[in-house]
């Protein structure tokens, strides 16, 4: 089968233990495990922690390109730096990964390193972590708000070079304020539903709908307290639930996949990528047709980055 998947805290759990997103033991995902996949594709995040701001989260990123670099020059998996890459992986086995970041803080408060983030290959970057930084404040900030003024320059400046804005983390003021601004199309790459689950991390009903209505994607997230509102009996059934929400919201070219493997607790029934054809066997099996399933586990994402950089 087919899988794309939006996002993951592989690489920075591989740097910071010692292992290899090529290959490794005790992790969720590995270009390795993904072989079995026809193709895989991986958006792998630089998380950057909420104490780092400023010289040392760029610091923090620029190690994190370097590792991800070292890694690609094993040949084990291709680097999908735009839409024209994904065409060599379709049609047989083939594994891909993008570098993404998880936390604008990244930049360091400087709107020239928003090219700079491009340039060293990052499609994806969210705008924050749970905390606030120079560009607006997360989902847990105490004194929630909106864009700043370096954030409402940060984000034409992310469009114009073509590194997608992703509203996972963000908080509600932050994601209505992108969302009234932004040109191209918003992204929540690991978020779930709130009328299915009421973790504060999960999206609204009508935040689905901004980003559906901009052309967007939303990424499922595994995380077992993101699934269900006691955690410990979320299981797969739970990640179905929150599917058929947003499926029921007109959500068929707007549903992607968006694991959190390695950065979160998994439900029952979930181990890492050797459970995505279990996962999809039961999205199947509640009747959902096999295009649409191929749709929300590869192809709406696929297309997505393809009409982004204009190769669809």
Not at 21 to 32: P, Q
Not at 77 to 88: C, W
Not at 125 to 147: A, C, Q, Y
């Amino acid at each position: 089968m087919r899988y794309f998947d939006l996002h993951c805290d592989t690489l920075d759990g591989a740097l910071m233990s010692g292992k290899s997103i090529v290959k490794n033991e005790g992790m969720h995902v590995s270009a390795e495990k993904g072989k079995h996949l026809s193709p895989y594709v991986q958006c792998t995040a630089v998380f950057v922690p909420d104490q780092l701001r400023g010289e040392d989260a760029l610091a923090f990123f620029e190690r994190h390109a370097d590792f991800f670099e070292a890694e690609a020059k094993s040949g084990a998996f291709r680097v999908v730096r735009g839409g024209e890459d994904l065409l060599p992986l379709e049609g047989g086995p083939g594994v891909g990964f993008l570098l993404t970041v998880e936390g604008g803080a990244a930049i360091a408060g400087k709107l020239e390193n928003v090219a700079h983030l491009r340039e060293r290959g990052v499609r994806m970057m969210t705008l924050t972590w749970n905390g606030s930084n120079e560009i607006g404040s997360g989902v847990r900030s105490e004194d929630p708000f909106g864009l700043t003024l370096f954030g409402r320059k940060v984000i034409p400046e992310m469009e114009r070079v073509g590194i997608v804005v992703d509203l996972s983390h963000a908080s509600e003021r932050l994601f209505w304020d992108v969302a009234e601004r932004a040109e191209r199309p918003i992204v929540a790459s690991h978020s779930n539903a709130k009328s299915v689950c009421g973790h504060a991390r999960n999206l609204t009903d009508d935040q689905f709908r901004a980003i559906k209505e901009s052309g967007g994607l939303v990424g499922l997230n595994f995380y077992n307290a993101f699934l269900n509102d006691d955690p410990e009996k979320a299981d797969i059934e739970d990640l179905y639930a929150h599917a058929e929400h947003f499926l029921a919201l007109g959500g068929e070219k707007t549903l992607a996949m968006g694991s959190d493997f390695d950065g979160s607790e998994m439900p029952h029934g979930i181990t890492g990528l050797e459970s995505v054809e279990e996962i999809a066997n039961v999205f199947l099996r509640h009747n959902l047709p096999e295009s649409l399933v191929d749709a929300v586990f590869y192809q709406n994402a696929a297309d997505f980055f393809r009409r982004y950089d204009g190769v669809l």
